[in-house]
């Protein structure tokens, strides 16, 4: 069974930063691809940002945080990171990660990990 453990969220105030971490139980290269998802209160989960696990890394982010947020990996330490900078208050939520696999289609979620920012 894979995990997803999340840490590093917490309160920080608007243009701060946080870096938040997902080690995987699996090796990352066992996934297609590895990414955060966010949820806030009333609203649906989106995709913050995300990483293939090609040799390259590609990476995809939302609108709403490029350039503030960049997402990276460790392929020593089967970690993904979301380094946050200029945290917005509108960035308030529950951080997940996932990790997607292709043959057979499955996604993998971690529990979570609130981000709260204030004005």
């Known amino acids: 069974q894979v995990q997803l453990v999340e840490s590093g969220g917490g309160l920080v105030q608007a243009g701060g930063s946080l870096r938040l971490s997902c080690a995987a139980s699996?090796?990352?290269?066992?996934?297609?691809?590895m990414g955060w998802y966010r949820q806030a209160p009333g609203k649906q989960r989106e995709l913050v940002a995300a990483?293939?696990?090609?040799?390259?890394?590609?990476?995809k982010y939302a609108d709403s945080v490029k350039g503030r947020f960049a997402i990276s990996r460790d392929n020593v330490k089967n970690t993904v990171y979301l380094q946050m900078n200029s945290l917005k208050p509108e960035d308030t939520a529950v951080y997940y990660c996932n990790a997607g696999r292709l043959v057979p289609p499955r996604d993998y979620w971690g529990q979570g990990t609130q981000v709260t920012v204030s004005s």
């Open positions: 990483i293939t696990m090609t040799s390259g890394g590609n990476t």
């Open positions: 699996d090796s990352i290269f066992s996934f297609n691809a």
